[in-house]
């Protein structure tokens, strides 16, 4: 049996201690993928959010060089906040708690190796709320500018355009990233469109099988992976858009990228 990570010569898992010491030193950002393992409807694998974390973030990593940046991967973190999904089975959780505890000192530990900026790049909406809590922390307690992008707020508008207003977990959106990256992962007899249960304006859920029956949003079977190969370059580029307009206005180390967070 063969057991291999897909590491490429950016990440640090691929690298000596001798290695990382200059790769470090090198980057202008070291960046933590973050994912989930929860359910995404009936024809998505659970891994979903952590597939989009791993292929995303070599998209952004590999296209860093030709704006003059030079970016570190950590291992991708594949757990993430997903309690609202724990009815269903595979999922899951860290605790809101223990997780922003594990990226401070994941970032504690680069730090101390000297890295000057972590760039957290988010790919599940659950993870929102702790990762803003957990960056504040670690900036304020150690000598590290803290990025923080939730992958998905900068592609909305183009969603939007192209899905409506309905994309979000398990719909059209992810079901294009997944089929562009691993369709051997989406069962396509299982696509259908997401019924939903409940559609509230403030009042919060408790379980997110609350709104819906099958587990998503939307109708998957919009999916176009075409279409998302575009949106993936477009959303690179508008990511490293508002990373080089911060660089150029870093004063004093206060430095936070997060828009709204997303349902994904
Ligand atoms: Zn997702």
Redesign the pocket.
């Known amino acids: 049996m063969t057991v291999s990570l897909d590491y490429e010569d950016y990440d640090l898992g691929s690298m000596t201690w001798e290695d990382a010491e200059t790769a470090i030193d090198d980057a202008d950002f070291v960046v933590l993928p973050t994912g989930?393992i929860?359910q995404?409807s009936l024809h998505?694998p659970v891994s979903?959010?952590t597939l989009?974390a791993e292929n995303l973030t070599r998209e952004l990593v590999t296209a860093a060089p030709d704006r003059g940046l030079s970016m570190l991967r950590l291992p991708t973190l594949p757990f993430g906040y997903s309690e609202h999904h724990m009815p269903r089975a595979g999922t899951l959780t860290l605790l809101p708690d223990t997780y922003q505890k594990v990226v401070r000192e994941l970032g504690s530990s680069i730090s101390e190796h000297g890295a000057e900026r972590l760039l957290i790049v988010n790919?599940?909406?659950g993870n929102s709320a702790p990762l803003k809590l957990a960056g504040d922390r670690l900036q304020r307690e150690h000598d590290i500018e803290v990025y923080l992008v939730d992958w998905t707020s900068y592609a909305r508008e183009q969603l939007n355009e192209r899905f409506g207003e309905n994309w979000?977990?398990?719909g059209p959106h992810?079901t294009s990233v997944t089929e562009l990256y691993h369709p051997d992962l989406v069962k396509a007899d299982e696509k259908v469109n997401q019924e939903r249960k409940a559609s509230f304006n403030a009042r919060q859920y408790t379980w997110y099988t609350d709104l819906t029956v099958q587990g998503g949003r939307g109708d998957p079977r919009d999916s176009d992976a075409e279409f998302m190969e575009q949106v993936v370059a477009d959303t690179t580029e508008r990511i490293l858009d508002a990373l080089e307009e911060d660089l150029e206005q870093s004063t004093d180390g206060v430095q936070t990228l997060q828009r709204s967070s997303d349902d994904?």
């Open positions: 989930a929860e995404h998505l979903v959010d989009r790919c599940h909406g979000s977990h398990a992810e994904e």
